[in-house]
């Protein structure tokens, strides 16, 4: 069965440290999403990609980066890691339909 | 951005239909309404959309009101593992920001 998947599923960094977010999905969607989700915030969007070497930032992408090589991939990347960026992350794509099909979730700890 | 209002909670007993409500006044001609729900330590999870007319599928069914400014996710029959925190969020063509508010925490009595 087509899925998507992230990786780790929990992560502990240091402030300071670069941290990678893996996302991958079979079902050859081309619309990717990332969200983090906080007590009291639900989740917000990060950054979105509708295609190979298409990326655009959501409404809270100060800090991240993502990259899209290849339809099924979308990793997030934190350049310089925050305590504020402690959260848990989730990554998504969408099909033609317009559902969003969502990964179990990265918990990110950073101390 | 049009927002959705939802009760915090709601309690249901097992085997019987639940109404999970939404209101949506500020809802424009081309917001779709969709429903998620996220049970615990799970990524949110699609239940349905629609735009103007009700919708069913296998998970639930939605009922959307001749104005559209407020709509009904319909569980039909409740089972113990529909306890999950439901969201309805509007989004509106081009727009992708699928704000999720804090939705409404459904438990289900045995």
Redesign the interface.
Known sequence: DAEITQSPRHKITETGRQVTLACHQTWNHNNMFWYRQDLGHGLRLIHYSYGVQDTNKGEVSDGYSVSRSNTEDLPLTLESAASSQTSVYFCASRDEGDTQYFGPGTRLTVL | DAKTTQPNSMESNEEEPVHLPCNHSTISGTD?I?W?RQLP??????VI?GLTSNVNNRMASLAIAEDRKSSTLILHRATLRDAAVY?CIL?GVGN????????TRLTIIP
């Open positions: 779709y969709h998620y330590s799970q990524g949110p999870e699609y959309h969201y989004r992708e920001k699928l704000t999720f508010g804090t939705g």
